[in-house]
């Protein structure tokens, strides 16, 4: 499908829910914005305070990391028509063992996209579309590992990586929106632009069982 319809398929189901959608959006920015004033990441600064700023960045995903799951997890909500409680956007700070699944998953990610990054643009944004649905994974399955998960998601994307980079593609627009305001649109963005990820998932996810079933019988 085209990049449009998954965007109108986003804004159809972010109606009625922008509310919850912009404060899941808000509360992992505040708490980004807390973490970034505090880095020093140019040029200029002396080893010492360039690992102290990388040291600092990867300790805040303490905070972040469940809170960017229990985002997900809420846009995914949204896409199936399910109405998420604020709640949600905290859930993996109640539970010990989801809460090391979203501290693991993130530090892995974030990691492994930024050394790639260093290295060559391809192999990160190969990366990138190819683990980007794990929080919806653990969302539809709390049992898994992160590293099984991973697994579903390497899965689900195989063939399936043009389609999510030319809806990535898509938004380019509305990043420029973005910076124009100094971030503030982006908390409509993003709910919009993780809502229509998740109506690529959902639609990838019944793809792939539907094909399975075929294969089975």
């Known amino acids: 499908m085209q990049a449009s319809v998954y965007k109108q398929f986003a804004l159809r189901m972010l109606s009625g ?7 899941a959006a808000i ?6 914005t807390v973490v970034t004033s505090q880095l020093d990441l ?4 002396t080893p010492d305070v360039l690992f102290t700023s990388i040291l600092l960045l990867y300790s805040s995903l ?3 990391a469940p809170l960017e799951l229990g985002r997900n997890w809420i846009y995914l909500d949204i896409a199936k028509e399910d109405k998420p409680t604020l709640g949600l956007l905290f859930d993996s700070f109640g539970s010990l063992r989801q809460y090391v699944k979203a501290v693991g998953y993130y530090a892995v990610f974030y990691l492994g996209l ?3 990054m260093l290295l060559l643009i391809v ?8 683990f980007r649905m794990v929080p919806f994974i653990l969302r539809d399955q709390p049992d898994l590992s992160v590293l099984a998960a991973m697994k579903v998601s390497k899965r689900l994307m195989d063939g399936k990586k043009l389609v999510m980079l030319k ?3 898509s938004f380019i627009g509305w990043y420029v929106l973005v910076l124009v305001t100094g971030g503030l649109a982006l908390i409509f963005v993003q709910p919009y632009l993780e809502t229509a990820l998740a109506g690529l998932y959902l639609e990838i996810k019944a793809e792939k069982e539907a ?3 075929k294969t089975v019988s």
């Open 17 to 23: 829910n922008w509310g919850i959608a912009i404060f």
């Open 62 to 64: 303490v905070l972040l």
């Open 167 to 169: 809806l990535l593609a």
């Open 123 to 130: 192999p990160g944004v190969w990366f990138y579309l190819t």
């Open 114 to 116: 930024n050394l790639l």
């Open 42 to 45: 140019s040029a200029d600064a």
């Open 211 to 213: 094909e399975h079933v």
């Open 27 to 32: 509360a992992t920015m505040l708490v980004q």
